[in-house]
């Protein structure tokens, strides 16, 4: 017999070899009805794997995270089903889940493969899903699995094969499929019961442009088609809400060819709202100790081979810059925080100097691959919000704090209400990918741990998705839609100033190494921009709107008072502009609408004689006749309002 114990702290003395579903049974039909897989000793499993020792048990359903990616991995095995039957030369690469889906990448051969044949392969996912096929799973031996796919001539398999180690491998069968697989799975396809493929993209086989272009199809399916129908209106809602199409129409950015890929140009508009987001955070970094700094986008390769950047992003960075001197080799900067350590090491420090706060909105670059470029949430090219803070190990927690505090003003004051804190840990198993001692990790967790509980965050711990200096704590916010979006984040980071040899000398004249701790409240302006766009649908707040009113003339007469009353409101610090076109004033305010412009200034004989303006707010109609310092009054008001103090 073994001892089960279940979330709420219960125990339950069963046999060995007991399954989940066993016990899902042992408490509910109905919960065993809606059983997707299972969470034992921390690893997510088939409900129907053998529990062998004393555990603990975590039955997963729809209401899961694990749950829907059991399923949503379950999926992607169906469709191969599906793909497979009309297509038998197909070879199948990898069909993993993803955040909102699945998606499967496969050669077609010499078959075509395009959009107008996701119908028959979606028809034919709901008659397999219906057979109630279950997903059974099967261990073998490498060489079995070596033989099985020659047999197939899949070279995709067989390369993923060659990287596992005998003993550790699994196939998974439903219906007339039979995969390579680590699972989990949900135990049959009839869970599946509403099914959607999306698209058709290509992608190169493990991500590199020298190996074959696969064809991939995503998907996603729901266990009740209610749930579907409403994941379908929010895709037509992100569509409205796309930062591409909105930046195109509001004028704030635009890509060109012949500048490069993944370098977003920002006009007039995007740049005044990138001057106004920055300025407000610079405000509140001034209040908080922090100095602006400038560096080079440049830096020597060396700098990079001594931060340890050149060996983790030297794949992903551009080819390197080479002068007449043939000793020298620049690179454009993968990162501010190299560039920081120099700045701090350009004098002595004493203790009585720390914490140092350096702040700098630096461009940094990376080598995107182009199959991978999106709009402006991926880059070649990007401005950080960066800062370091150089502090001593007491100062740790107190600055980690102080950070949150700026990250939490900024998403309140753009009203970002739901976020969680993901406290990203190195992976336990392993740690060859990060530099640094196994003490310097410890204590910068801890901090972390701290610092996040007692600013009584609501915190997840992730591992394995630390940085490869030191763990963080990334911002995930929800938008909107309910799309989850990774913001600022904050990075404890004893290895820096260990490998740029950064010291400082303590109260007993001793010489002792600072801690660094790196943070960026947006993260980057490009993918900040992208997230609020869309997060907004380009109703941006009002302090941060591009022009905060229009002036409409009802005709050509009164465009010299317009011009006179959009003068004084500019003298007034409120943004905005003149429609003075020959058309009716019915047409100026539906575009002036359209054009998502706050306020509409009506302008016609009787403001003219009376010195007023009639005021339009946008979504709230007409609030009625005004002078000229009335309405600047309303205007900076619900500007205060809407800029929250960060106490």
Not at 351 to 361: C, K, V
Request: aromatic share 10%.
């Amino acid at each position: 017999m073994i001892d089960i114990t279940l979330p709420d702290g219960s125990v339950r003395n069963v046999e060995v070899n007991t399954t989940s579903m066993d016990i899902a049974l042992s408490i509910s039909e109905g919960l065993a009805r809606n059983v997707l897989g299972a969470v034992v000793n921390g690893d997510v499993v088939d409900a129907s794997l053998p529990i062998k020792e004393n555990a603990s048990l975590q039955l997963l359903t729809w209401k899961d995270k694990e749950g829907q990616s059991t399923m949503w991995h379950s999926s992607a095995h169906l469709m191969a089903e599906a793909i497979q039957f009309y297509y038998p030369n197909a070879k199948f690469a990898i069909g993993p889940p993803i955040a909102k889906g699945f998606y499967y990448d496969i050669d077609f051969l010499d078959d075509s493969f395009s959009e107008n044949d996701l119908g028959k392969i979606e028809s034919k996912m709901k008659e397999l899903a219906k057979q109630k096929n279950v997903f059974s799973r099967k261990e073998v031996s490498k060489s079995d699995a070596i033989k099985y796919f020659t047999e197939k001539k899949d070279p995709y398999k067989l390369e993923l094969i060659e990287g596992l180690e005998d003993g550790s491998i699994t196939f998974y069968t439903q219906g007339e499929f039979t995969d390579l697989c680590r699972g989990p799975h949900i135990p049959h396809t009839g869970y599946i019961k509403a099914i959607k493929l999306t698209a058709v993209a290509g992608a190169y086989w493990r991500g590199d442009e020298k190996n074959k272009q696969l064809t991939r199809i995503y998907g996603i399916t729901f266990p009740k088609n209610a749930e579907l129908n409403e994941h379908l209106e929010l895709l037509e809602e992100a569509k409205k809400r796309d930062h591409r199409k909105l930046g195109k129409e509001l004028d704030l950015f635009t890509f060109s060819q012949k500048v490069g890929q993944g370098l977003p140009l920002w006009l007039p508009n995007g740049t005044a709202l990138r001057e106004r987001l920055e300025n407000f955070l610079k405000k509140a970094q001034k209040s908080a100790g922090y100095e602006q700094v400038i560096t080079p986008h440049i830096g020597n390769k060396d700098l990079y081979v001594c931060s340890g950047h050149y060996e983790k992003y030297g794949e992903d960075s551009f080819q390197p810059i080479k002068t007449p001197d043939p000793n020298e080799e620049f690179y454009l900067k993968p990162m501010n925080c190299p560039h920081h350590c120099e700045i701090f090491k350009a004098r002595p420090r004493s203790y009585r100097d720390l914490p140092l706060r350096f702040a700098e909105f630096g461009t940094v670059y990376r080598y995107e691959q182009s199959g991978e470029l999106h709009g402006l949430t991926r880059v070649r090219g990007f401005t950080q919000d960066d800062a370091h803070i150089f502090c001593t190990q007491e100062q740790v927690k107190t600055e980690f704090m102080n950070v949150i505090d700026i990250v939490l003003y900024v998403l309140k004051t753009l009203d970002f209400k739901n976020y969680k804190a993901q406290i990203s840990l190195r992976d336990k198993e392993n740690t060859d990918k990060y530099i640094g001692s196994d003490a310097n990790w410890e204590r910068a967790e801890s901090s972390i741990m701290e610092a996040a509980k007692e600013k009584g965050l609501d915190t997840v711990i992730e591992y394995g998705e630390a940085a490869f200096y030191g763990p963080k704590l990334d911002f995930m916010v929800q938008d909107a839609l309910g799309r989850e979006w990774q913001l600022g984040t904050i990075q404890v980071d004893y290895n820096l100033p260990e490998r740029f040899e950064l010291e400082y000398v303590g109260s007993n004249n001793d010489k002792l190494r600072p801690v660094m701790i790196h943070r960026a409240p947006f993260g980057s302006m490009e993918r900040f921009v992208a997230v609020l766009l869309e997060h907004c649908g380009g109703d941006f707040p009002l302090w941060l709107t591009t022009n905060q009113f229009v002036v409409l003339p009802i005709s050509e007469k009164y465009n010299e008072y317009a011009k006179k009353v959009s003068d004084v409101l500019n003298n007034y610090d409120i943004r905005g502009l003149i429609d003075d076109r020959n058309e009716k004033i019915g047409k100026k305010i539906r575009d002036a609408e359209l054009a998502k412009r706050p306020f509409m200034l009506i302008v016609g004989e009787k403001e003219f004689s009376s010195e007023q303006v009639s005021v339009r707010q946008r979504g709230e109609g007409d609030k009625g006749a005004m002078g000229i310092k009335d309405f600047a009054d309303l205007v900076n008001k619900l500007v205060e309002k809407e800029l929250v103090t960060n106490d």
